[in-house]
């Protein structure tokens, strides 16, 4: 079994934004794959697809409603069997998210569990009995907003969902929902799909007693956008069964050659430990978390977060990424610390593509893209709906990949699902590419250098005490060592190195005098270790 996705580069599609071939102005499966040789000419290792199954699209795709057929608005089957072929042939792997923690309202499944208590598929969601004043069994919240229990007049019970009331949570205590899930892997590891990055890992199990999560783990006083927030959530999510189930996963995914798994952690508290632990022999190839997706862009906080996670963890994998579809963009919460956007775009894609474990990729950061700004009336995110005006940026990031300078980008020839706009619109791939300076071509170059360094992919890390706000460490040891160096500021500051060794890398903006080194603002460095 070869392990190729230990530090491989992923790049994130999200299909409805990606390209649009058919005009309809949503993303489909053909556009994707008519870019392809964009995605393999940039250097990543795996393509992943946010969800593409057939869906009510309440959640945008992460509400399934068939978990083995393709979606009308991205394609067919055939489309996605185009598409594995030719990443393949392009060398490209290919992952797709697996959203298994709960499906769509209109699943068969649900519609047949919602009709009574005793049908055969009546345990397969979470339902539960109203406590005797009527109201739902638990004080469970929702991630999406208000209470995670829904009333079904039908059945006279409640159901649970973590997110919306349209996406209910499977019942993953009853063995046949596993098994049945199991079966949903094995369709598509044999379509020839590399692997899966699975949604939600730590919410599949919840406590069967219904215990009440906990209010007593507030970070702030102060009421929070989301009161989702305001609770630990001890037994909605996090329970210790989800570690068999992943190690199950595992063991479906190594009866093919070459598969990879990516697990998503949704957690506030204790994310680090947890990618540790759902990372640790026998269960995930990699975990990805939302620990990089604050606003703190500091040198004790990067080393922070990767300490913890090698010390708790050392035969755990982490992936890292600064943005996704569920987040404002890294340069737009970090736009205080950038000289300019562009030149924290270069220095972001360095310090990302630097860091021990995998790398994701979300797509148009190799553009150097911003948030969209966005009005009420332009939102179709009901997370982004639910808290308005709360930056949650779910849309703002989500907005269409920019190819070109024609109209929408190049998208779609038809009107988008979400507007094109100034500035996004003139950072497109048609007047960057082979533009040297160009956030693409830096990104591009950085990419090939990870490649070139197994230091960088594979190697351990040990950060060097430098002052703020400059970060630095070694990756690797002996010859092929690499020391990597940033000023995680707007600022230039000169800092004392010993031992730096010869410059190296594509992307220098710094300069050795002596054992001295001068860091423009955003400034960083790759120096190869004297032996
Ligand atoms: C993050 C997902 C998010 C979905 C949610 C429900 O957690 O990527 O986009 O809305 O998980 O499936």
């Known amino acids: 079994m070869s392990e190729w996705w230990r530090g491989a580069v992923t790049y994130q599609v999200y299909p409805r934004s990606f390209q649009d071939d058919s005009g309809d102005g949503v993303g489909d499966l053909r556009g994707i794959t008519r870019r392809l040789p964009y995605l393999a000419d940039l250097g990543v290792d795996v393509v992943w697809l946010s ?12 509400d399934v409603s068939d978990y083995r057929d393709i979606d009308p608005v991205f394609g067919t089957l055939a489309d996605f069997d185009a598409l594995i072929a030719r990443a393949h042939d392009l060398g490209l792997k290919v992952i797709v998210d697996q959203v298994m923690s709960h499906s769509s309202d209109q699943h068969p499944a649900f519609q047949e569990s919602r009709q009574s208590c005793d049908n055969p598929k009546a345990d397969w969601y979470v339902w539960a009995d109203p406590r005797p004043d009527g109201s739902p069994p638990n004080n469970w919240l929702s991630v999406f907003g208000g209470p995670a229990w829904t009333w079904d007049a039908r059945r ?3 159901y649970f969902h973590n997110f919306l009331a349209s996406q209910p949570d499977f019942n993953f205590h009853n063995p046949n929902v596993v098994a049945w899930h199991e079966e949903t892997l094995r369709f598509w590891l044999d379509r020839g799909l590399d692997g899966f990055r699975f949604d939600t890992v730590n919410y599949f199990y919840h406590d069967r007693l219904l215990r009440d999560d906990a209010a007593d783990y ?15 959530h001890l037994f909605s999510k996090n329970q210790p069964e989800n570690l068999g189930w992943l190690e199950r996963i595992r063991r479906v995914l190594d009866t093919y050659p070459d598969r990879t798994s990516v697990g998503e952690v ?13 990372t640790a022999p026998g269960r995930l190839h990699q975990c990805y978390s939302f620990e990089m ?7 004790a906080f990067f080393r922070g977060k990767i300490e913890e996670f090698f ?10 990424a600064f943005s996704n579809h569920d987040v404002r963009r890294h340069l737009t919460r970090w736009a205080d610390y950038g000289a300019s956007p562009a030149a924290l775009a270069n220095q972001t894609a360095a310090l990302l593509l630097s860091f ?3 790398i994701c990729l979300w797509q148009g950061e190799e553009l150097g893209q911003t948030d969209t700004e966005l009005s009420f009336d332009e939102l179709t995110d009901p997370q982004g709906i639910a808290f308005w005006p709360a930056p949650v940026g779910r849309d703002n990031t989500r907005t269409p990949m920019v190819w070109d300078g024609a109209a929408h980008g190049g998208f779609t020839a038809g009107t988008p699902w979400l507007p094109v706009k100034a500035p996004q619109a003139a950072r497109h791939v048609a007047g960057q590419i082979g533009r040297p300076d160009s956030v693409l071509e830096r990104y591009r170059a950085m990419i090939a ?3 070139a360094n197994a230091a960088l992919r594979l190697g351990g890390c040990q950060f060097l005490e430098t002052a703020d706000p400059v970060l630095a460490f070694r990756r690797g040891t002996g010859a092929d060592a690499l020391t990597c160096v940033f000023n995680l500021s707007a600022q230039p500051v000169a800092v004392d190195v010993p031992g730096l060794g010869d410059q190296c890398g594509p992307l220098q903006t710094c300069a050795l005098q002596g054992e001295v080194l001068c860091l423009g603002p955003n400034g960083f460095g790759f120096f190869r270790a004297k032996t």
């Open 449 to 451: 250098f990870r490649k």
């Open 218 to 232: 507030r970070v702030k006083p102060e009421p929070e956008a989301n009161p989702y927030n305001m609770q630990y």
């Open 293 to 299: 997706f604050g606003d703190d862009y500091s040198p």
């Open 156 to 158: 006279r019970q409640y």
């Open 356 to 358: 021990p474990g995998s």
């Open 51 to 62: 969800p593409v199954f057939a869906s009510p699209m309440a959640d945008m795709g992460y």
């Open 311 to 320: 010390t708790g963890a050392p035969k755990g994998w982490p992936m890292w």
């Open 266 to 278: 949704g957690e506030t508290h204790h994310a680090i430990a947890m990618m540790g632990d759902y």
